[in-house]
């Protein structure tokens, strides 16, 4: 039973914030309730929740003035498609190295649901019609597999000695359906040893003695990995690098040697896979600068003057760094995140939130287009790089990098449909570099195992053959 008290001491303190309406109906619970709700409310630094709310909201929070905003230096940036081979190849053995010798971890942003896709499992299970019937997280978790032996047959180790410890960030929504998942698939190969889960994780009602919660958007990853103990038990472990990607790319490169690699070599605290953009108004945020610090700028945020500007040395965009949400983190600059994290500002969402009305004693669930009824504060996991004196940004094709799943089938773009054409046709490029025909049913029907080939390599044996019906190459 909870002291009266301590629970005093937290109504007072919630009421100089203007929050005592939380504490009504306690009488209605019961004190195994009443013990959690307590918890929940001690959990909450609500003293920084506030203040970051009121900053906020204020009339000038997120206000852009373009004079404070800057382009990157052509220093700050590289990019695989017109870097040279050399270069290429020491971005990618120096990759290979740091995976070799255990010191990579890859962390996949799982927190979503597949509702927009018309499914109510977590989004990494949804499968978009490959030959294979494969889902997200299998695909994942086989090329993983492939880069573990890739990276022991450069360094010349047993295979087995290498490990890339695979987190996967889930929300309350998606957390067991998610470990069932891999459970039941047993860890598509990996050893259940390498696969570790942790929550994202803000003041409505949802009944009595029960706070209504939501993740705080993708920005929820730091905290996440400090409040789980993981950091800290992966450094300790020897790991020093991270790959954060989102669930939904199709063509992820996980654990990517070559953004590993770059971003070593640069000494980068963290870093930030970008493409061109396809036109001046493409709803991608862009990395640039504001006030000298680093910066990704949303797509609704950019003003339109800035977004159509031209470089006129090489007649594109000045502003042509799209994000794509894959990243790079040192662990050390992770940690120090702790440091500087209740500077971090929080963005804006105003929603439409079901909450418990206590006057009537019951959950009240706002019409659909009704006016909004309440804010959700949201960081990303960019946020950070305005506190990042040494980011690495590697400009990468889209065609063998990013292709996104948001929409439902059907809809057109970033969908299940255009997921799988994007990956069919990155599956036939590497068939054909490697000399074979691939034609009729095939060109939409060609699938290469993640266990076969990571990005391309090793498919010598597919020289001089012919494809012509639908394939999966799923063996040497």
Same mark, same amino acid.
């Given at each position: 039973? %909870?002291?009266?008290?301590? +629970?005093?001491?937290?109504?007072?303190?919630?009421?100089?914030?203007?929050?005592?309406?939380?504490?009504?109906?306690?009488?209605?619970?019961?004190?195994?309730?009443?013990?959690?709700?307590?918890?929940?409310?001690?959990?909450?630094?609500?003293?920084?929740?506030?203040?970051?709310?009121?900053?906020?909201?204020?009339?000038?929070?997120?206000?852009?003035?373009?004079?404070?905003?800057?382009?990157?230096?052509?220093?700050?940036?590289?990019?695989?498609?017109? &870097?040279?081979?050399?270069?290429?190849?020491?971005?990618?053995?120096?990759?290979?190295?740091? /995976?070799?010798?255990?010191?990579?971890?890859?962390?996949?942003?799982?927190?979503?649901?597949?509702?927009?896709?018309?499914?109510?499992?977590?989004?990494?299970?949804?499968?978009?019609?490959?030959?294979?019937?494969?889902?997200?997280?299998?695909?994942?978790? @086989?090329?993983?597999?492939?880069?573990?032996?890739?990276?022991?047959? =450069?360094?010349? %180790?047993?295979?087995?000695?290498?490990?890339?410890?695979?987190?996967?960030?889930?929300?309350?929504?998606?957390?067991?359906?998610?470990?069932?998942?891999?459970?039941?698939?047993?860890?598509?190969? #990996?050893?259940?040893?390498?696969?570790?889960?942790?929550?994202?994780?803000? #003041?409505?009602?949802?009944?009595?003695?029960?706070?209504?919660?939501?993740?705080?958007?993708?920005?929820? /990853?730091? =905290?996440?990995?400090?409040?789980?103990?993981?950091?800290?038990?992966?450094?300790?472990?020897?790991?020093?690098?991270? =790959?954060?990607?989102? %669930?939904?790319?199709?063509?992820?490169?996980?654990?990517? *040697?070559?953004?590993?690699?770059?971003?070593?070599?640069?000494?980068?605290? !963290?870093?930030?896979?970008?493409?061109?953009?396809?036109?001046?108004?493409?709803?991608?945020?862009?990395?640039?600068?504001?006030?000298?610090?680093?910066?990704? #700028?949303?797509?609704?945020?950019?003003?339109? $003057?800035?977004?159509?500007?031209?470089?006129?040395?090489?007649?594109?965009?000045?502003?042509?760094?799209?994000?794509?949400?894959?990243?790079?983190?040192? %662990?050390?600059?992770?940690?120090? /995140?702790?440091?500087?994290?209740?500077?971090?500002?929080?963005?804006?969402?105003?929603?439409?939130?079901?909450?418990?009305?206590?006057?009537?004693?019951?959950?009240?669930?706002?019409?659909?287009?009704?006016?909004?009824?309440?804010?959700?504060? $949201?960081?990303?996991?960019?946020?950070?790089?305005?506190?990042?004196?040494?980011?690495?940004?590697?400009?990468?094709?889209?065609?063998? !990098?990013?292709? *996104?799943?948001?929409?439902?089938?059907?809809?057109? !773009?970033? &969908?299940?449909?255009?997921?799988?054409?994007?990956?069919?046709?990155?599956?036939?490029?590497?068939?054909?570099?490697?000399?074979?025909?691939? @034609?009729?049913?095939?060109?939409? !029907?060609?699938?290469?195992? *993640?266990?076969?080939?990571?990005?391309? @390599?090793?498919? @010598?044996? #597919?020289?001089?053959?012919?494809?012509?019906? $639908?394939? +999966?190459?799923?063996?040497?």
């Amino acid at each position: 039973m %909870v002291p009266e008290s301590r +629970i005093e001491s937290l109504r007072k303190l919630y009421s100089s914030y203007d929050q005592e309406h939380i504490f009504e109906g306690l009488e209605n619970i019961s004190s195994s309730e009443l013990d959690e709700f307590i918890a929940d409310l001690e959990s909450i630094d609500i003293e920084n929740l506030m203040n970051s709310f009121d900053r906020a909201t204020r009339e000038d929070s997120g206000v852009i003035v373009p004079s404070d905003i800057q382009p990157l230096d052509d220093s700050e940036f590289d990019s695989e498609i017109s &870097c040279t081979p050399e270069k290429l190849k020491s971005w990618y053995n120096e990759g290979l190295n740091r /995976i070799a010798a255990n010191e990579v971890a890859t962390i996949v942003m799982a927190g979503g649901q597949g509702t927009r896709l018309g499914s109510s499992r977590p989004k990494g299970c949804y499968k978009i019609g490959i030959p294979s019937d494969k889902s997200l997280f299998q695909i994942q978790s @086989e090329r993983i597999l492939r880069l573990q032996k890739i990276a022991a047959d =450069h360094a010349g %180790v047993d295979p087995s000695t290498v490990r890339i410890v695979s987190l996967v960030m889930t929300s309350l929504a998606t957390r067991s359906e998610t470990e069932e998942f891999f459970r039941e698939n047993n860890y598509f190969g #990996l050893d259940p040893s390498q696969f570790k889960m942790f929550d994202q994780g803000k #003041l409505i009602l949802q009944n009595y003695g029960k706070l209504s919660k939501s993740p705080d958007g993708n920005g929820g /990853i730091y =905290h996440g990995l400090v409040s789980s103990n993981l950091l800290k038990e992966l450094k300790n472990d020897g790991v020093k690098y991270f =790959h954060a990607y989102s %669930v939904d790319n199709i063509l992820v490169r996980v654990a990517d *040697p070559w953004l590993i690699g770059y971003s070593v070599l640069r000494n980068a605290e !963290s870093g930030a896979l970008t493409l061109p953009k396809q036109s001046w108004n493409e709803k991608v945020g862009v990395v640039c600068k504001n006030k000298g610090k680093y910066q990704v #700028l949303e797509y609704s945020e950019i003003p339109e $003057e800035l977004a159509k500007k031209i470089n006129p040395e090489t007649n594109s965009l000045y502003y042509n760094h799209a994000n794509i949400c894959n990243h790079f983190f040192h %662990v050390d600059f992770l940690e120090k /995140i702790e440091s500087f994290k209740n500077e971090l500002d929080y963005h804006v969402a105003k929603k439409s939130i079901p909450y418990f009305d206590t006057s009537v004693g019951k959950t009240i669930t706002p019409p659909k287009g009704g006016k909004t009824n309440g804010i959700k504060l $949201e960081r990303f996991i960019f946020d950070v790089f305005a506190f990042c004196k040494n980011l690495s940004v590697l400009n990468v094709d889209r065609s063998v !990098s990013f292709s *996104p799943l948001k929409n439902p089938p059907g809809s057109g !773009s970033d &969908c299940p449909e255009t997921s799988r054409a994007d990956l069919i046709n990155l599956h036939i490029r590497y068939a054909e570099a490697a000399g074979a025909v691939v @034609e009729g049913n095939a060109r939409s !029907s060609f699938e290469i195992s *993640p266990l076969v080939s990571y990005a391309g @390599e090793g498919l @010598e044996f #597919l020289k001089n053959r012919i494809f012509v019906d $639908e394939t +999966i190459i799923d063996k040497q």
